[in-house]
Nanobody
């Protein structure tokens, strides 16, 4: 079992930045690929970014290209999502996920953290 707790969400103006964190506990963190997903009101949950246990990253290029950066610190059992140049369309609940088959499959989910981009 892996428990995931997100933090770092909030209200930010367009063009601003936020860094989300996801702290993992339970089974060996480094065995799992980690990812971030988001769900805006009235829309399906979508993949944002993922990082393998070895550090290889994948992004949903269409929506976050050049603006978001995912990273992980295996010593701290934590994965991060640095979000820059935020846009109103980035407003969503952001979820952290863990999975051996990330990003194709997810085994564990966090509770989500709200990100609101508005002036």
């Amino acid at each position: 079992q892996v428990q995931l707790v997100e933090s770092g969400g909030g209200l930010v103006q367009p063009g601003g930045s936020l860094r989300l964190s996801c702290a993992a506990s339970g089974r060996t963190f480094s065995r799992y690929g980690m990812g971030w997903f988001r769900q805006a009101p009235g829309k399906e949950r979508e993949f944002v970014a993922a990082v393998t246990w070895s550090g290889r990253v994948t992004y949903n290029v269409d929506s976050v290209k050049g603006r978001f950066t995912i990273s992980r610190d295996n010593a701290k059992n934590t994965v991060y999502l640095q979000m820059n140049s935020l846009k109103p369309e980035d407003t969503a609940v952001y979820y952290c996920a863990a999975g051996v088959g990330m990003p194709t499959t997810q085994d564990y989910w966090g509770q989500g953290t709200q990100v609101t981009v508005s002036s």
